[in-house]
């Protein structure tokens, strides 16, 4: 028989460590207020490039989003990733991140007409940032130590 003990306060995690990637990003995805099944299936396909993980677990995720709603469920993954060492949450950060990147990449190669005025894709980006820099900033790792952690080796001289 195996007992697990929480501290006191605590209750069991409702995620994974790659559900908690994946559902950060949804929580970017839905910064809307919803997540649109183009909006699922490209999470999926960045999720998929980087990690890898059953349609089940997946599902669990969404159910969550869609039960507890966008606050509630931002809320939610916050509160299991603080429940990780620094590195990792800052590993899943950048796991996060790379949502935000891949859609400036779509949005910047698409060839839609460019529209007048504040076009509505960019605004729902910069939607995006704000909401990654809320999920960063409640975690346990400051700007610089992301900075410093994901920082290529670029220009460095080999020694």
Do not use: C
Not at 25 to 47: C, L, P
Not at 79 to 91: C, H, M, S, T, V
Not at 152 to 157: K, L, P
């Amino acid at each position: 028989m195996v007992f697990i003990l929480f501290k006191k306060g605590t209750t069991m995690a409702e995620f994974s460590f790659k559900q908690l990637i994946y559902g950060g990003m949804i929580s970017i995805a839905g910064v809307d207020g919803s997540v649109t099944s183009t909006e699922t299936k490209h999470v999926n396909q960045v999720f998929d490039k980087y990690l890898k993980m059953s349609g089940g677990e997946r599902k669990e995720v969404l159910a969550i989003w869609d039960s507890r709603g966008e606050e509630a469920f931002t809320e939610l993954l916050i509160e299991e990733l603080k429940a990780f060492p620094k590195r990792d949450q800052i590993e899943a950060f950048s796991y996060i991140m790379k949502y935000i990147s891949w859609s400036k990449t779509q949005y910047n190669q698409s060839k839609q007409k460019a529209v007048k005025g504040v076009d509505p894709i960019r605004a729902e980006m910069e939607l995006y940032h704000k909401r990654a820099e809320y999920i960063m900033r409640s975690l346990s790792f400051s700007a610089k130590e992301y900075a410093t952690t994901t920082r290529t080796a670029r220009g460095q001289q080999k020694r």
